[in-house]
């Protein structure tokens, strides 16, 4: 089946625009951490900075000890008390 002309607009309309990718490992780390655990948008800009600045283990730990431990309520508040508690180490 053979096409004629299209649209300009219409070749551009059908172009599916992604998502861009993280530049940096922790980015991407902190995106999967604002996930798991439902952080608030007025705290994302902490897990951002503490995945920057912390080892991408103690951030992991810290994830997995959260989902373990903290059953209900807001668990992004126990992840910042572990997290903390990974930098007095």
Do not use: H
Not at 41 to 50: A, E, G, L
Not at 56 to 66: C, G, M, R, S, V
Not at 77 to 84: A, E, L, M, P, R
């Amino acid at each position: 089946m053979k096409k004629g002309f299209q649209d300009l607009s219409s070749i551009f309309a059908n172009k599916k625009e992604g998502q861009k990718p993280p530049a940096y490992q922790w980015q991407d780390l902190a995106l999967r951490v604002i996930k798991e655990l439902a952080i608030p948008n007025f705290k994302r800009s902490s897990v951002f900075k503490v995945c920057k600045d912390y080892n991408k283990d103690d951030i992991e730990k810290a994830l997995n000890d959260t989902k373990e431990l903290c059953q209900e309520g807001e668990k992004w508040k126990y992840f910042f008390k572990v997290i903390s508690e990974e930098k007095k180490k």
